[in-house]
């Protein structure tokens, strides 16, 4: 068992680093307080700090010369029902997990609790957690076969997390199929690089970025976990989008048969809208990579072809595949994973060393470092790209009102729902102008295609002006 360093010990580090402020209040402090600063403390990779941060700031943009474009698989390729069979056999034999990223802060939508407990849907207003979890079951009854779920919180809010799960009975599965952990937590830093102290007996953390999934994924044993019950592929995906397929057998299928898939990472991908719509992209430079929309030179994310299309439109929207053994490969590093910081300006509300006092600053004060998942792409062995369509797999809430808000993912649902509804053949009531004249939500526990719904909707109707949960 570690020991915590005593108070002349962590000196001595504080002032090999250069961080000797964090004991600033060191003398008014309760012993517990003591006891609890020293603790986080140890934790803090302080003689990092400073190589994480000149990464950060060196991260390498690829210039417009070496940016191509990728050449996605469709969703209505030709060959889809041989992918999707291969696809349908991997989850029967029991090699496919779920992973759910819901460690992030979620400071846009302003919710009170964790993300995931959004009510999200247009109907019942399900809480974003309950969605995932009743695509789940539902995949586990169609294929017969028990999928493990990973649940990634971080230190902010793993307790209220558990706590709804616990409440919602784990939704109806059994507890040991879904597996919580918190991930890493990096310290926020000042300009300069001083690590700031949130309070006087702790310093200011901030979650580690999606990419610390990886990390924690090992670190939390689920990956020893996974390959000794023969689970050999993750579906990733985030908390913040109701209409991800979590288990989707045509992108399990290309992932590990496509001829030019190594099976270590897949991505899907939408259309921008335009070129103008704030998105990642997929490109090749010359390796897969997702150009951030503000590291995309102009001549990049405003290019089109002869015929008019954007060129370098495939937009991710952060679900992907990947591979067990090759998260265990990108892990195998002393610092945990291979992945590249980033950093972010923002404001962080700090205690000043000096004055003691607790300050909420007006301007951006602090570095944020995290890591991204679609970084590991960049690792991955012939990475392949899958693009779907947008209403089917994509209504992300980020925002509390306007874009990607709670507003447009209901409308986004129900614009797949009547969708789903008119492919299986049930008549949609609709107004003079062509839009539905009803609310419709489908559970993932009536069906999970419109093939689904053909068969349980068999005889029944929508009546005009009512909002159905079906
Ligand atoms: P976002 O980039 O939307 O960040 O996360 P966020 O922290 O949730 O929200 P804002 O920016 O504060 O409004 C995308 C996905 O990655 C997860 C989030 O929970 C979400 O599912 N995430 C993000 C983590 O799990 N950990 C992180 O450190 C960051």
């Known amino acids: 068992m570690r020991t915590t360093p005593s108070v002349a010990e962590t000196k001595q580090r504080l002032e090999r680093t250069g961080q000797q402020h964090l004991l600033a209040f060191w003398d008014s402090l309760d ?7 020293l603790e986080a403390i140890v934790q803090l990779p302080l003689e990092h700090i400073s190589s994480m941060l000149s990464q950060a700031a060196s991260l390498a943009r690829p210039a417009a010369a070496d940016i191509r474009p990728v050449r996605p698989y469709l969703r209505n390729m030709a060959d889809a029902s041989k992918y999707r069979a291969i696809g349908d056999d991997l989850v029967k034999r029991g090699k ?4 759910i990223v819901a460690g992030g802060q979620g400071t846009r939508l302003g919710w009170r609790g964790p993300k995931g407990t959004y009510p999200a849907t247009p109907v019942a207003g399900k809480p974003l957690f309950r969605v995932f979890a009743e695509q789940i079951m539902a995949a586990e009854r169609a294929y017969g076969v028990r999928i493990p779920w990973f649940v990634m919180t971080s230190e902010a809010n793993h307790h209220e997390t558990e706590r709804f799960f616990d409440d919602n009975r784990w939704f109806g599965r059994p507890r040991g199929d879904t597996m919580l952990f918190a991930q890493g937590m990096v310290p926020s830093v000042s300009l300069d690089g001083q690590v700031l102290l949130e309070h006087a007996w702790q310093p200011a953390l901030n979650p580690d970025g999606h990419g610390g999934s990886l990390k924690a994924l090992r670190q939390a044993g689920a990956i020893d976990h996974m390959q000794a ?3 050999e592929h993750l579906c990733y995906f985030q908390v913040d ?4 397929h979590v288990i989707d057998p045509l992108f399990l299928g290309l992932h590990v048969a496509a001829p030019d898939s190594s099976a ?4 899907k991908c939408v259309l921008k809208r335009d070129v103008t719509e704030k998105v990642g992209v997929f490109v090749k430079a010359p390796r897969l990579t997702v150009l951030e929309y503000s590291d995309a030179p102009k001549e990049i994310a405003e290019a089109r072809d002869a015929s008019g299309e954007i060129v370098y439109g495939e937009g991710s929207i952060a679900i992907h595949i990947i591979g067990v053994e090759f998260i265990r490969k990108l892990t195998d590093h002393p610092l945990g994973s291979v992945l590249p910081w980033h950093r972010a300006i923002k404001k962080v509300p700090f205690v000043d ?6 300050t909420d600053p007006a301007e951006p004060n602090a570095i944020k470092l995290e890591s991204f ?6 690792e991955a062995e012939s990475p392949i790209v899958l693009r779907t369509d947008r209403v089917e797999e994509f209504a992300p809430i980020k925002n509390a009102s306007g874009e990607d808000s709670p507003a447009t993912s209901k409308a986004i649902q129900v614009e797949r729902a009547v969708r789903w509804l008119k492919e299986a053949g049930i008549p949609v009531p609709c107004h003079a102008n062509g839009q539905p004249d009803c609310v ?3 559970s993932p526990l009536t069906a999970r295609s419109p093939e689904d719904l053909r068969r349980t909707m068999q005889g029944k109707s929508i009546t005009a002006g009512t909002e159905v949960l079906l």
């Open 96 to 99: 496919v997990a779920a992973f």
């Open 373 to 378: 998942v679609f970084d590991a792409l960049h």
């Open 241 to 244: 989008n109701p209409n991800v």
């Open 31 to 37: 012993e517990s307080r003591r006891e609890a600063l």
């Open 440 to 442: 419709v939500e489908i």
């Open 229 to 231: 019950s023969g689970i």
């Open 353 to 358: 060393p000096v004055s003691g006092q607790r």
């Open 264 to 267: 270590e990472m897949s991505s």
